[in-house]
């Protein structure tokens, strides 16, 4: 497992004009043994684990806002003189679902009562006087990005397959290791396909069901914050969930008025396809609301 001590040399030398938010990787941060063809991961200061935490959020991986944000915070810390210690404690907390996403994974935890469970006025806290609650994590606890045509593009667990892909087993294999030793926390896979990694772990016994946003033993999704999941959130935060063929059938009308505007006919294929989808986040909500109102 990379650590801090092994690159803080390097993020001591990192000019800040080359920490903005969509400032380029830093090749001297590559970690080569999590590299290949397909990813390339980098190192930023993720370290810090809350062991005390009693509330776990799982995402996916750092992306570049993230990365530069963890740097900078890191960064500007050591320069006021902090031990190795709280300099990733301060990186983690200022740089966790920065950005935009941030803002929407607050809105969600509040709107589904998790501030009241942890007995604060707003999830918001989290990031702040509440940060002891909270640990924060991802599957991929490096940022990885993918590689395409010598671009690197923020990693977001289609391909290669989060779950499946051989070069990412030592990382979950941390990942293992990290969520068992914040054993007093609920942990909350943020998306479909972090739960489909943490499910992993429930069904081969390292992780208890238990420990988990589960619905009947099976874990469960709470919606990924990103921007490009605005279904997902959008029904989540509905106060109730219509039916789902009143749900479907509505976004399909709507397509249909945005298909014709672009002179497009619809056939059907693509309209099954399209309800289908659409069914399936459904289900998804419903799958959310149900494990959340069932946990004691």
Same mark, same amino acid.
Not at 62 to 70: I, K, T, V, Y
Not at 208 to 213: E, F, G, K, M, T
Not at 253 to 256: C, H, K, P, T
């Given at each position: 497992m990379t650590t801090f001590a092994q690159f803080k040399d390097v993020m001591a030398k990192l000019a800040p004009e080359h920490l903005q938010s969509d400032s380029p990787s830093h090749q001297a !941060? !590559?970690?080569?043994?999590?590299?290949?063809?397909?990813?390339?991961?980098? @190192?930023?200061p993720f370290d810090h684990v809350n062991t005390e935490?009693? !509330?776990? !959020?799982v995402g996916i991986t750092?992306?570049?806002?993230?990365?530069?944000?963890?740097l900078r915070a890191a960064r500007l810390a050591m320069i006021r003189g902090l031990d190795d210690s709280q300099v990733i404690a301060h990186a983690k907390q200022a740089a966790s679902f920065s950005g935009p996403m941030r803002e929407k994974l607050i809105e969600m935890l509040d709107h589904y009562g998790f501030n009241t469970r942890l007995g604060i006025h707003s999830c918001r806290e989290l990031w702040g006087d509440a940060n002891h609650m909270v640990h924060f994590t991802s599957a991929l606890r490096n940022p990885v990005f993918c590689t395409k045509k010598g671009k690197e593009d923020n990693y977001t667990g289609g391909s290669p397959t989060l779950s499946t892909y051989a070069g990412f087993r030592a990382a979950l294999g941390d990942l293992r290791e990290e969520l068992l030793s914040v054993p007093k926390a609920l942990v909350l896979p943020l998306g479909d396909k972090v739960a489909s990694v943490i499910q992993t772990l429930v069904d081969t016994g390292d992780l208890?069901?238990?420990?988990?946003?589960n619905l009947a033993g099976k874990v469960v999704e709470f919606p990924h914050p990103s921007g490009a999941n605005g279904e997902t959130q959008a029904l989540a935060l509905m106060p109730t969930l219509p039916q789902a063929e009143t749900y479907a059938a509505s976004k399909l009308?709507? @397509?249909?008025v945005k298909a014709a505007a672009k002179g497009k006919h619809l056939t059907q294929t693509e309209e099954r396809t399209y309800l289908n989808k659409r069914t399936s986040y459904w289900n998804r909500a419903l799958s959310t609301r149900q494990a959340i109102e069932s946990m004691a």
């Open positions: !941060l !590559l970690i080569p043994h999590r590299s290949d063809r397909l990813v390339r991961t980098y @190192y930023a935490a009693r !509330l776990v !959020l750092p992306g570049r806002e993230q990365m530069n944000n963890a208890p069901a238990d420990r988990v946003l009308q709507a @397509y249909r």
